[in-house]
C-alpha cells in the first residue's frame, strides 16, 4: 500500500508552536527542506515503489523522482476534548524541471474511552507524472480501526485499510487494494507477544490478486 511521505527524511528546519499557546490544545508544526535531491517516483511504467508494480499501465521506464528542489510539511494537531486528538497535515514537492509537483494531504482522529479506541483517517497523495495515458494520478487512501483494552496485560484490535489507485485516462482497470486485520497482544513482564491476521485483496493494486498472512512477533524489554 502506497503510504504518505516524512520530511524527517531530509534534512530541514522546523518551527513547533508552543504547547498551550493556541486554545482546544492546537499545535501547528511546519517544515521546509531547501534542498531534497530525492523524492517520491512517479509511478510511471515499469518502476515500483515497494512491491507496486506499474508495468501494467505503460511500458516506458519510470523516473527516481530525483531532482526535486525543495519539501515543504505542515501538521495541524488539536485536542478539542479529552480522549480526542484531531491530525490534518500537507506536504509539497516542488521539482525543478518541466512536471507537476507531488502533493500529499491526510487527516485523521483518533478517540479514547476507557478500554476502547477509534480511529479514523484518509489521505490523498499524487506523485509526479507527465499526465501520460496509463500514468498514475494520485492514490485516495482510507483506514479505521478500533482497539479494546481487556487488562492491563493483553489487548485485541481490528483495522480496515483501503487505497483506491486513480489513473490517468487509460483503458487499463482502476484497482483499489483492501487490508483487514486482527491483532491480539499479550505483555508478560517485559515482553510483548502479538498475532496477526492479514487478509489482502488485490495486493500490490492487481486485480484478483488475494493473500493472507499471519505474523507472532515477541519484543523484550531490558
Known sequence: MILGSEISSYNNLQY????????????VKAAHSPNADTGP??????GSQGDVKFAAWDGTAARTGANYSSVSQFLVEAAPIDGLVVKLDYTDFSHDAAANDAEEGHA?????????????????????NDKAAGSVDHFENSSMGVGFKVNDAFSLSY?????????NTSS???????????????????????????????????????????????????
Open 16 to 27: 513547533h508552536t508552543p504547547a498551550d499557546l493556541l486554545p482546544f490544545g492546537i499545535v
Open 41 to 46: 517516483v512517479d509511478f510511471k511504467g515499469a
Open 108 to 128: 485523521s482522529l483518533k478517540y479514547a474511552y476507557g478500554p476502547v479506541t477509534v480511529g479514523y483517517g484518509r489521505g490523498w497523495i499524487a506523485p509526479i
Open 172 to 222: 487499463a482497470a482502476e484497482v483499489e487494494l483492501e487490508l483487514t486485520s486482527i491483532q491480539a497482544a499479550y505483555n508478560i513482564g517485559g515482553a510483548t507477544i502479538a498475532i496477526s491476521q492479514d487478509d489482502i485483496s488485490n495486493a500490490n493494486y492487481t486485480l484478483a490478486k488475494d493473500q493472507k498472512e499471519t505474523l507472532v512477533t515477541m519484543v523484550m524489554a531490558f
Open 159 to 167: 483495522t480496515v485499510e483501503q487505497s483506491q489507485l486513480e489513473l
